[in-house]
């Protein structure tokens, strides 16, 4: 699971942990839900189809300052889909975690 990922590098706190199972953190009012491989959000659905990190889904983290935040990042080896873009919004990057889910890390403008 991408527990320290999200606690220790993105600033969510612990909530419930269950095992490698399962496990919440959270930020403000957002509950993140990490399921692991012992999970059963990890089992097979009816057709055989096997449930995968990735795509272009993705959670949006808005952040106070962006570029110290990917800097720091960058520094623990996390990986990156893309560089930062400006748009008329702000600015973001994609980001991806231990576990292949992508995080969008967003600053308004």
């Known amino acids: 699971m991408s527990i ?3 606690t220790k590098q993105l600033g969510f706190e612990m909530g419930d ?3 490698s199972a399962f496990a919440t953190v959270k930020r403000g009012d957002l509950t993140l839900w990490l399921a692991g491989p012992e999970s059963s959000a990890a089992r097979p ?3 055989g189809c096997q449930p995968q990190p990735g795509g272009w889904n ?3 983290i ?3 300052d962006l570029a110290e935040l990917v800097a720091k990042l960058k520094t623990f080896g996390v990986g990156f889909r893309n560089e930062i873009i400006k ?3 702000g600015q973001q990057i994609l980001v991806e ?3 292949g889910n992508v995080v969008e890390l967003f600053q308004s403008r």
Do not use: A, H, N, T
């Open 17 to 19: 942990q269950w095992g």
């Open 58 to 60: 993705r959670l949006v």
């Open 4 to 6: 320290e990922f999200y």
């Open 62 to 64: 808005e952040v106070e």
């Open 97 to 99: 975690d231990p576990s």
């Open 45 to 47: 659905m009816p057709d």
């Open 87 to 89: 748009g008329p919004g």
